[in-house]
């Protein structure tokens, strides 16, 4: 009898978010939009990216094999139930049409699009990731994040991130 070979990425009923700035787990964004909306959360990182940032949030870009770094973040496998609704809302917040047309004059500072992830034990899934567009970006003052954790980077400038405790029924 052949075995059957075990797939070495997850797949999940919907493809998940990957989450690298501003809906990282605590931050503003995922307090507003997302918290409450996840049935799971899985440290993750992707490669051959650069991020930068724009002052109140980061942006993500693709870049060579060679010039790239490995980009923190996490992976956000949202409730079936509220998965339109909030992938809409996370559209908007980034910008992102994906009905109108994609023509170079038409681009906005993020494009939605499907890549491999890899979680923290080592497999790989796939995630949508919002990734910015170099000639937009080139527009607004940016500063690189040569290391790729906008978490870690938030700390060195002295802004820790949001923690929140929630507080069990029947707690002072």
Request: one cysteine or more.
């Amino acid at each position: 009898m052949k075995r059957r070979a075990i797939p070495s990425t997850r797949d999940w009923i919907q493809t998940p978010i990957f989450a690298y700035g501003t809906l990282r787990h605590g931050e503003r964004n995922y307090m507003r939009l997302l918290c409450g909306y996840t049935v799971s959360e899985f440290a993750a990182e992707v490669d051959h990216m650069r991020l930068y940032s724009l002052g109140a949030f980061p942006v993500m870009v693709d870049a060579a094999p060679e010039d790239g770094v490995t980009v923190k973040g996490e992976v956000m496998v949202l409730h079936p139930a509220h998965y339109p609704r909030i992938l809409a809302e996370l559209d908007r917040l980034e910008g992102y049409n994906p009905n109108a047309a994609q023509s170079e004059s038409g681009l906005g500072l993020y494009r939605r699009v499907r890549r491999r992830v890899r979680l923290s034990g080592g497999a790989e899934a796939w995630a949508w990731l919002y990734i910015g567009n170099l000639e937009v970006l080139a527009q607004y003052p940016h500063v690189e994040i040569p290391h790729g954790d906008w978490l870690r980077y938030q700390v060195e400038r002295g802004k820790a991130p949001r923690l929140f405790h929630v507080a069990k029924v029947g707690q002072n």
